[in-house]
């Protein structure tokens, strides 16, 4: 059996090996989309294909949606090339389940996949053609937190962000450049309405994306590529809105062990790829069940009936922000990025198997949730706070089917530490004059500094997760050597009192030199992250 649209024909086969196919005609709403696109996707790896396209999908059995998402990537090439266009850009669903058992699904609600490349004419003139169109409702984003950002935590433009402000729209390459591009054709075409609708893990992220397509249309107006009136139509929220979400499911990477599975009941060349860029990604995806996505109702152009998708919440901006507030800044989030690097350093590889094994670790996880985090996150109403944090220890952490790693929960996350952690630490603030009172959070941002040393607790070295800031604390580090405490000295400084990273100053907030002595205790020889987690948990 083969995922291709020939392949799915032979619907006998599929259905016998256990694997649900389309109900609805896959070519049919591929050519709606093609002809008079709605909805258009920036960022179309993993989470993209098994949550925001498994809503379409399920859209399209219903009957209530009629064409498919337009695919766009703008910045791993390869996925097109290897994923996406092999298998006519089906998607194949792996839902894992607690007890072990399994749902396949082939997905064709991804109806053409284009590549954001400006020195491609091709490519970049059937965007254009796209974003031009008047049915086009709304642009959905998953490109992650650093996909928005334009500056490095000095202040200074990224390299490419400095290139693509002075070469203009028509050479764009970063993901806010081409988007800023793309307006600027929807605008001259009539200057038609449309949603741009971030469902990046980050806060605010509706407010993230708007300024950021802002500051590249002000930097090109300076530079004489757009006009003021352009400036007047990104600005105007009742035309180009910028919608809010709070999105989770848990995505891990895709499981060689899934892939073996579904060769062996007969699906051919399911096998894991890694691109050049490091995108761990396969034909099919692998991911728990629960899902939520939060969306604020704004959209100047229409939009599908996603309140009748899986797991889909329309709301207004304030439910949305204080559902966000709840899972990314204290019941989730925060408990991978705290744990996730820790688990890397103590040489485990899967975080479920992790809790499940390790007491110190549970106790850390569940004091970041239901200690630091449940007494100062507000109620955003249409879910519990402490319902949430429940099925996570009770349903979705412990799910070691899942296959999630600490390594993938390691990735970027100097972009999400001021998130993930400082609205907490501000909280406490703000109720208690300071947040001494902190334990497991401090702990966390510890241990992932730790682990950016790059040596687990026994002395061995291993490679960093993916992090545009690896380099540079790297270099800051490279004086400090695990087994010699002595060798820290102030290296934390600049970091714990970064206003950029972390939304504040943990000196300030009373938190810094709690984080800088839990370090130096990480730093004394082997098993010393242990005795660490161990002691502080255990207070």
């Not at 894992?96 to 997905?107: A, F, I, N, P, S």
């Not at 954001?116 to 031009?132: G, H, T, V």
């Not at 329309?314 to 990314?328: F, G, I, P, Q, W």
Request: charged fraction near 25%.
């Amino acid at each position: 059996m083969k995922l291709t649209l020939d392949g799915i024909k032979d619907r006998q086969a599929w259905e016998k090996a256990g694997i649900k196919l389309p109900g609805y005609d896959v070519e049919a709403v591929s050519k709606k989309a093609k002809d008079a696109p709605g909805w258009v996707h920036f960022g179309i790896g993993n989470i993209f294909r098994v949550f925001i396209g498994g809503i379409a999908d399920g859209l399209l059995e219903e009957g209530v949606l009629d064409r498919g998402i337009t695919c766009v990537e703008t910045f791993d090439y390869d996925v097109l090339d290897k994923i996406y266009k092999p298998y006519d850009n089906l998607s194949l669903s792996v839902i894992l389940h607690g007890d072990g058992t399994r749902e396949y699904k082939v997905m064709g609600a991804l109806a053409e996949a284009v590549k954001a490349q400006s020195p491609d004419p091709e490519q970049w003139n059937r965007l254009k053609e796209i974003f031009k169109a008047k049915s086009l409702q709304l642009v959905s984003f998953t490109i992650t937190e650093k996909g928005y950002a334009l500056q490095k935590a000095d202040g200074s433009w990224f390299p490419f962000v400095e290139a693509d402000i002075n070469n203009g729209p028509d050479r764009a390459t970063g993901a806010m450049a081409v988007l800023t591009a793309m307006l600027y054709e929807r605008y001259k075409a009539g200057k038609y309405p449309i949603a741009l609708v971030s469902m990046d893990n980050c806060s605010k992220n509706g407010a993230k994306l708007r300024e950021s397509v802002l500051t590249m249309t002000e930097e090109w107006k300076k530079h004489g590529f757009v006009e003021q009136d352009f400036m007047d139509y990104v600005s105007d929220e009742s035309i180009v809105a910028f919608p809010w979400t709070m999105i989770d499911k848990i995505t891990p990477r895709p499981s060689e062990q899934i892939a073996a599975d579904l060769e062996a009941i007969g699906v051919e060349d399911m096998q894991p790829v890694i691109t050049g860029k490091k995108t761990y990604i396969a034909p099919f995806v692998n991911a728990e069940k629960p899902q939520y996505l939060v969306i604020e109702d704004s959209f100047p152009n229409g939009r599908p009936a996603l309140e009748k998708g899986f797991g889909v919440y329309m709301a207004d901006r304030e439910t949305v922000n204080l559902s966000e507030r709840m899972k990314v800044t204290v019941c989730l989030n925060p408990v991978h990025s705290a744990t996730g690097p820790l688990g890397v350093v103590q040489g485990y590889e899967l975080f479920a198997h992790m809790l499940n094994t390790n007491e110190d670790m549970m106790k850390m996880a569940r004091m970041i949730a239901y200690d630091e985090g449940l007494p100062v996150v507000p109620n955003p109403g249409i879910l519990s706070p402490q319902a949430f944090v429940d099925e996570l220890f009770h349903d979705r952490f412990p799910n070691e089917y899942l296959g999630d790693t600490n390594m993938r929960l390691s990735v970027d996350v100097s972009q999400m530490v001021g998130i993930r952690f400082g609205e907490t630490i501000k909280a406490y603030v703000k109720r208690f004059g300071d947040a001494s009172r902190l334990t497991a959070i401090p702990l966390g941002i510890a241990g992932w500094l730790r682990y950016m040393l790059g040596v687990d607790d026994e002395g061995n070295t291993y490679e960093l997760a993916p992090d545009p800031m690896n380099e540079e604390i790297q270099e800051q580090f490279k004086d400090i050597v695990v087994g010699k405490p002595e060798t820290f000295t102030n290296q934390l400084k600049s970091i714990l009192s970064n206003e950029r990273l972390f939304f504040t100053d943990l000196y300030k907030d009373g938190v810094g030199e709690k984080i800088e002595t839990m370090f130096r205790e990480m730093l004394a020889g082997p098993g010393a992250v242990k005795a660490t987690i161990h002691k502080y948990v255990n207070q």
